[in-house]
């Protein structure tokens, strides 16, 4: 049997240079398959709004669609790590108060080990408040999309000289609060490579580039499920909405026809 992994497992990973894989899941049965394959880390991303729920962005999601998603993605995942999102209005609102209860909620009722929040060191005394609780917090750096109001769209981050000072202080910011990993969501692969140079804690990229330490993608993209779009990041290493389409309609051919159930499928 192998060991749940722990923040310390991503650690002593970014020492010896080993690469650490990430990727999205929203219920029990995705979270057991990505576990199964020996995944690090599922997280339970508040993409789950768009890619699951079928909202236009991930703003709607509320702290209990995170927790009632985690319990079925924690049931399914015996030794990958599992972070949960601290969705929109959960943590940013100058309560740190709230940001520790909300974290609390996603641990103790949803079962995930962590939890991820997006921004830069504007969230310094929330992530010390979390992990001051006892809950390990990985943040989030670049295309931050809980702020698309704010940015406009979903473009790349960090493109001019300012941006990317910014952006490489607010990683050292997040380092020195004590988050445990950050996501490098959508930004110049030189950068993201800079970034993960200059901090001793792991970056998983998305849309970075192959210079972080780790890689996550949204798994209902990678495996071609959700239709909608596709990021230019996602390389898409299958085509199940093509297989389930086909699927459906041979069963719905099946039932119109009368070939379906068989006689040996009944009792
Ligand atoms: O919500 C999410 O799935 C994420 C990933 C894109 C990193 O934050």
């Not at 995944?39 to 508040?46: C, R, S, T, Y």
């Not at 750096?141 to 698309?148: F, K, N, R, S, V």
């Not at 499920?225 to 086909?246: C, G, H, W």
């Amino acid at each position: 049997m192998t060991a749940k992994k722990t923040i310390k497992t991503l650690e002593q990973k970014k020492q010896v240079n080993d690469k650490i894989t990430m990727l999205t899941a929203y219920d029990y049965p995705m979270a057991k398959v990505i576990d199964q394959v020996g995944i690090d880390l599922i997280l339970v991303g508040d993409s789950l709004g768009m890619v699951v729920l079928g909202y236009e962005d991930t703003l709607k999601v509320t702290v209990e669609d995170m927790i009632h998603h985690t319990k079925a993605v924690a049931r399914g995942a015996e030794n990958s790590l599992v972070v949960a999102d601290l969705p929109f209005m959960s943590y940013k609102v100058s309560n740190l108060a709230k940001a520790v209860e909300s974290a609390g909620r996603l641990v103790k009722e949803g079962g995930a080990q962590a939890v991820k929040l997006e921004g830069g060191s504007e969230l310094v005394a929330e992530i010390e408040a979390v992990i001051k609780a006892g809950i390990p917090v990985m943040g989030h750096l670049g295309l931050t999309p809980q702020a698309i109001n704010q940015l406009g769209d979903y473009s790349v981050q960090g493109k001019d000289y300012r941006a990317a000072k910014k952006l490489i202080e607010d990683a050292k910011a997040l380092e020195a609060a004590g988050v445990f990993a950050i996501v490098l969501e959508c930004i110049p692969a030189d950068l993201a490579t800079e970034v993960s140079e200059q901090i001793s804690v792991p970056t998983i990229g998305i849309g970075a580039g192959k210079g972080c330490d780790g890689q996550v993608l949204v798994t209902q993209d990678m495996l071609g499920i959700f239709s909608d779009f596709t990021p230019k990041f996602v390389r898409k290493y299958a085509e199940l909405n093509q297989q389930m389409l086909a699927a459906i309609k041979g069963y719905k051919e099946d039932v119109e026809k009368g070939k379906f159930p068989a006689v040996e499928e009944g009792f």
